[in-house]
């Protein structure tokens, strides 16, 4: 073979290769945007879808709290319905002892209404008093008691799920005055 001949065949390969690489790119190119359209799709896919899942917990969060105190108060409608059977009774009958039972009846079944519902009742006659449960109204000398003890409730508290509602209002007691004098009111000693 001479150099010429050589020249051409090398010149007739290299044109064949250049023929044959833009349709071996273009495949590759296409195969790549193929590629890129499904993870394009596969990405709308899963916005979508997040985009969804963020809507249905807005509504579930709104309907949670638009519908939080419906249990509550379907079972606090009886109660009423029995003071309202109470307030009847009492404008039609000069009967104490049945008013009086009436009432009982509706407090135990709103007391049971309220422990249905994890309210709990802070009644800590004979407890030391707790700043965090109880609210000091006052403070009275007493020997019978510890001093810082809570010797009367004034108005009940409530807790709810071990947060307070109401701190219970108590009179604590503190110790008697030695010598007679005028003693601090409102100070309270442990």
């Given amino acids: 073979m001479t150099q010429e001949e050589t020249s051409q065949e090398t010149a007739g390969t290299a044109a064949n290769g250049e023929a044959q690489a833009p349709e071996a790119l273009q495949a590759t190119l296409d195969a790549a945007n193929a590629r890129a359209g499904e993870y394009r799709n596969d990405a709308l896919r ?7 899942v963020q809507k249905r917990t807005a509504r579930e969060i709104a309907n949670a709290h638009k519908y939080a105190l419906e249990r509550f108060l379907t ?3 009886p109660v009423k319905d029995s003071l309202d059977l109470g307030y009847a009774a009492a404008t039609g009958s000069s009967d104490i002892a049945t008013l009086r ?3 009982e009846l509706t407090l135990k079944m709103l007391d049971a209404v309220l422990e249905k519902h994890g309210v709990q009742v802070l009644d800590p006659i004979g407890e030391p008093f707790n700043p965090e449960l109880h609210q000091a109204m006052s403070v009275q ?3 019978e008691v510890a001093p810082g003890t809570v010797v009367t409730v004034v108005q009940k508290g409530y807790v709810l799920n071990g947060r307070v509602l109401r701190p219970a209002m108590v009179i604590v007691a503190k110790r008697p005055a030695e010598d007679g004098g005028a ?3 409102g100070s309270l000693e442990a």
């Fill in 46 to 52: 899963a916005r979508a879808e997040l985009d969804n």
């Fill in 75 to 77: 079972d606090l409608l």
């Fill in 141 to 143: 000398e007493s020997t």
């Fill in 183 to 185: 003693a601090e009111s």
């Fill in 101 to 103: 039972e009436g009432m």
